[in-house]
């Protein structure tokens, strides 16, 4: 089994920053993919960022030049630095977990309220 524990969302004016962090533990193995979903009100949950141990990233077109995903190995723990926030932005923000040998298995967060508004 695997747990994911989110933390750092928030209210933010448009224009403004905001870093998500994900503290993963578990039956952690190499290789494998943290990313950062989102779901905003009657829509689907889409990816916005993923990144594998190796350390290459990939990222929706609405966040590139935006949004920064990053990764701690040692603490089996990922971020996502949101800068230059839109209202569009705002959604639940779930993150997720793949071993690579178990690739059909996802594992997922609590959620993380962003909400970006005046």
């Given at each position: 089994q695997v747990q994911l524990?989110?933390?750092?969302g928030g209210l933010v004016q448009p224009g403004g920053s905001l870093k998500l962090s994900c503290a993963v533990s578990g039956s952690i193995f190499r290789p494998?993919?943290?990313?950062?979903?989102?779901?905003?009100?009657?829509?689907?949950?889409?990816?916005?960022?993923?990144?594998?141990?190796?350390?290459?990233?990939?990222?929706a077109d609405s966040v590139k030049g935006r949004f920064t995903i990053s990764r701690d190995n040692a603490k089996n723990t990922v971020y996502l630095q949101m800068n230059s926030l839109k209202p569009e932005d705002t959604a639940v923000y779930y993150c997720n977990f793949r071993n690579w040998y178990d690739s059909n298995t996802g594992y997922w967060g609590q959620g993380t309220q962003v909400t970006v508004s005046l």
């Open positions: 524990v989110e933390s750092g494998n993919t943290m990313g950062w979903y989102r779901q905003a009100p009657g829509k689907q949950r889409d990816l916005v960022a993923g990144i594998t141990s190796g350390g290459i990233t990939n990222y």
